[in-house]
């Protein structure tokens, strides 16, 4: 996990004057599974905004795997392996678990694919199998959650982005989830998370990054990050 799948130098965005991402710069090691974390306010969802696209940078470069991808695209950027699984999950209510999968794999990275069997892989990556036929409508919030990550694994991305997969899960949900995520990383995929869920950033994570404010305050392994005291103020909590 040496070389960086994603390097982000110097990113900075306002609002109207206000600052949502301040001189940001971090890397990805690809192969790994990275958390970004921060209180609410603190700049994660536009970040990821920035990463895919949606926002362009006012400054600053994002670099993935070797290519410049700053200020193009969301669709270009998905071309290049990118994609994005989002907290509130919008599938086609009236369309199966698989069928809303399949466009997924319809879209994504360029090059020729397999629809059917990128659909396949999805669903049973996504712990999904048993649920192919069944109508989204139909869903619990987990399965829900589930079946958002299953289409942003369609689109055959190299980097993952993962906002808060966790949210409103129960505690075995939520360890299903961790597992997911793990499974998703042994089948070659790089993984960026968003996660308010403390016990599932520790378990899953290799490195961890801590936004406040829209600043970088610490990066690094879960216990390190832990221990940092500007980590522990901005966002952990004390005892006092």
Known sequence: MD???LAVSH??????????????SLSVPKGSICSLIGPNGAGKSTFFNLLTGYF????????????????????RIAQQGVA???????????????????IGALFGRAGPRDVQAVTHHAVELAGLGDLA??????????????LEVAR???????????????AGLNHTETAEMVDILRRIREAGATVL??????????????IVMVLETGMLIAQGTPDAVTRDPR?????LGTDE
């Open 3 to 5: 070389s960086p799948i």
């Open 11 to 24: 990113l900075s965005k306002s609002f109207r004057g206000l600052k949502a991402i301040q001189d940001v």
């Open 56 to 75: 362009p940078p006012d400054q600053g470069q994002i670099v993935f795997e070797a290519r410049d991808i700053t200020g193009i695209s969301p669709e």
């Open 84 to 102: 994005r699984a989002f907290q509130i999950a919008k599938p086609f209510p009236a369309m199966s678990v698989v069928e809303n999968v399949r």
């Open 133 to 146: 036929g069944r109508e989204a409508r139909e869903l619990t919030v987990g399965q829900l959650r589930r």
């Open 152 to 166: 942003a694994l369609a689109a055959r991305p190299s980097l993952l982005l993962a906002d808060e997969p966790c």
């Open 193 to 206: 998370l968003v996660e308010h869920d403390m016990s599932a950033v520790m378990r899953v994570s290799d």
């Open 231 to 235: 980590v522990i103020a901005a966002y």
